[in-house]
């Protein structure tokens, strides 16, 4: 595949997970809010409406951009990676914080139907979950010992 430049891949995937990222921080926000917002109708639907719009022009399709490239960056250096302990770490993050977008996507279903299946409080804490997720993958990513140089 001399016609895909590798570091091209790279740039693209990393533009990729900074969106899925900014998503991923924003939405568990506006859930927050339309908890927060009980009997204020116009406040509820703004906020179902943003966060319908989050999901359909950030989340949903900046996590599958990110898992695309990334899986053509795993083809694209599988001898170097798959004996390196540091990759098999972030596929378990990226794995982990998929997860959560799914598990947010439907509590954001569930609270657009007007259901309250958790306390404002607790969705904020689990806000943080994505952003400690980044860390650790750059951590391992980047930082020495992990990666060879």
Known sequence: MDWLDYNWVRAIH??????WMAGMLIYPRLLVYRLEAEGDQRFEAAMDKAAAATRRIILN??????????LLLIHLRWDYLQLQPWFW???LLVVALSGFHGWLLGLGR?????????EPRKLRMLNEI???????????VVVEPFTAA
């Open 130 to 140: 994505p952003f400690i997720i980044a860390i650790f993958a750059v951590i391992l």
């Open 89 to 91: 770490g972030k596929i």
């Open 61 to 70: 399709p900046t996590m599958i951009l990110t898992w695309l490239l990334g």
């Open 110 to 118: 569930k609270i657009a139907a007007g259901q309250r299946p958790i």
């Open 14 to 19: 990393l533009i990729a997970v900074i969106a």
